[in-house]
């Protein structure tokens, strides 16, 4: 298998059917069409030949456009002998219906990070499937009984999102890192147990951290080098870091971004209160993985 490619972020479309109180992104009605998807992957390959492609569906909700997802993973061109490619997508589950699960079981390969669990019986029951265990302000609490919860249906694939680009009290910061501890007794107990539980975020590293890199495609085809664009606090960078689009490929301008400061820029648009809190929560996120690793539960 040749070296993984750095990842596709394709924005299939910037709606979604919720609308969560501490939602990052800016959501608009634009939808991906599928020539653009297609000459996104095009440029893709071409800039990284032999290399694993890994393609990210993002959204608003990437199951809004699931048969423009489908369409791309069953089309994806393969010449003879090219690394298989490895696709994921997040998703708030609302939209997961029988379709959806039969794409699942027939494509393996196509990793789906569910937030809600509306049929847990079937999607347990996928090796695909990692829940996303989110946690909002005033939430974290709750969070170990929701992991409980979780574990008991059966689910041994998950990923901890704790709400960022939010406010978050010195008092809701300690019960995080609280449930954190909780959570983490909670799978060392499953590994005593000779159960294997996966944990997404201690094989997640991210050079910038809070956000993915790598080529990102917003829904109308315009590029760039971060999915912070995609956010509220930051669409206003959009200009500043847009590369160029796959309608032209010929003129997009790759070194764009490159070697760009990120934390003040995070701080003059988030405001001191909200970055500091935000890198808080990321650091209980980082100590709690790192936790997992001495506690021998991989990623
Ligand atoms: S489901 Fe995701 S994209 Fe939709 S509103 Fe909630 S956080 Fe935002």
Same mark, same amino acid.
């Given at each position: 298998m040749g070296r993984d490619a750095p990842p596709l972020i394709l924005t299939l479309t910037r709606a979604c059917n919720l609308r969560c109180g501490f939602c990052p992104l800016s959501l608009g009605k634009t939808t991906m069409r599928q020539g653009t998807a297609a000459k996104a992957i095009a440029l893709y390959l071409q800039r990284h030949p032999g290399r694993t492609p890994r393609i990210r569906? %993002?959204?608003g909700e990437p199951l809004l456009r699931f048969r423009l997802l489908r369409r791309i993973v069953e089309g994806f061109p393969r010449p003879a002998g090219s690394p298989e490619p490895a696709f994921s997508f997040p998703t708030n589950g609302t939209l997961v219906d029988r379709e959806v699960l039969s794409f699942l079981a027939e494509h393996p390969g196509v990793e789906a990070a569910v937030s809600r669990v509306r049929d847990a019986r079937a999607l347990a029951g996928l090796p695909n499937v990692v829940v996303t265990v989110c946690v909002a302000p005033g939430r974290e609490a709750g969070m170990p009984g929701h992991l409980a919860g979780l574990l008991a249906a059966g689910f041994d694939r998950l990923n901890f @999102?704790? *709400?960022? %680009?939010?406010?978050?009290? *010195?008092?809701? @910061?300690?019960?995080l890192r609280r449930s954190f501890r909780l959570a983490a007794a909670l799978l060392r107990r499953c590994r005593d147990r000779g159960r294997v539980v996966r944990v997404r975020n201690v094989a997640t590293a991210n050079p910038v951290p809070l956000f993915n890199h790598g080529m990102v495609v917003d829904s109308d085809g315009d590029v760039f080098p971060s999915n912070a664009v995609l956010c509220g606090p930051f669409a206003h960078l959009r200009d500043r870091l847009r590369m160029g689009s796959v309608l032209e490929p010929a003129r997009i301008d790759w070194g764009r971004g490159r070697g760009l400061r990120w934390d003040p820029i995070f701080r003059r648009a988030l405001g001191n209160q909200v970055y500091d809190a935000t890198r808080r929560v990321d650091d209980a996120l980082t100590e709690f993985a790192a936790e997992l690793v001495r506690g021998g539960i991989g990623g």
């Amino acid at each position: 298998m040749g070296r993984d490619a750095p990842p596709l972020i394709l924005t299939l479309t910037r709606a979604c059917n919720l609308r969560c109180g501490f939602c990052p992104l800016s959501l608009g009605k634009t939808t991906m069409r599928q020539g653009t998807a297609a000459k996104a992957i095009a440029l893709y390959l071409q800039r990284h030949p032999g290399r694993t492609p890994r393609i990210r569906f %993002f959204g608003g909700e990437p199951l809004l456009r699931f048969r423009l997802l489908r369409r791309i993973v069953e089309g994806f061109p393969r010449p003879a002998g090219s690394p298989e490619p490895a696709f994921s997508f997040p998703t708030n589950g609302t939209l997961v219906d029988r379709e959806v699960l039969s794409f699942l079981a027939e494509h393996p390969g196509v990793e789906a990070a569910v937030s809600r669990v509306r049929d847990a019986r079937a999607l347990a029951g996928l090796p695909n499937v990692v829940v996303t265990v989110c946690v909002a302000p005033g939430r974290e609490a709750g969070m170990p009984g929701h992991l409980a919860g979780l574990l008991a249906a059966g689910f041994d694939r998950l990923n901890f @999102l704790p *709400a960022f %680009f939010v406010p978050w009290s *010195a008092e809701q @910061l300690g019960g995080l890192r609280r449930s954190f501890r909780l959570a983490a007794a909670l799978l060392r107990r499953c590994r005593d147990r000779g159960r294997v539980v996966r944990v997404r975020n201690v094989a997640t590293a991210n050079p910038v951290p809070l956000f993915n890199h790598g080529m990102v495609v917003d829904s109308d085809g315009d590029v760039f080098p971060s999915n912070a664009v995609l956010c509220g606090p930051f669409a206003h960078l959009r200009d500043r870091l847009r590369m160029g689009s796959v309608l032209e490929p010929a003129r997009i301008d790759w070194g764009r971004g490159r070697g760009l400061r990120w934390d003040p820029i995070f701080r003059r648009a988030l405001g001191n209160q909200v970055y500091d809190a935000t890198r808080r929560v990321d650091d209980a996120l980082t100590e709690f993985a790192a936790e997992l690793v001495r506690g021998g539960i991989g990623g």
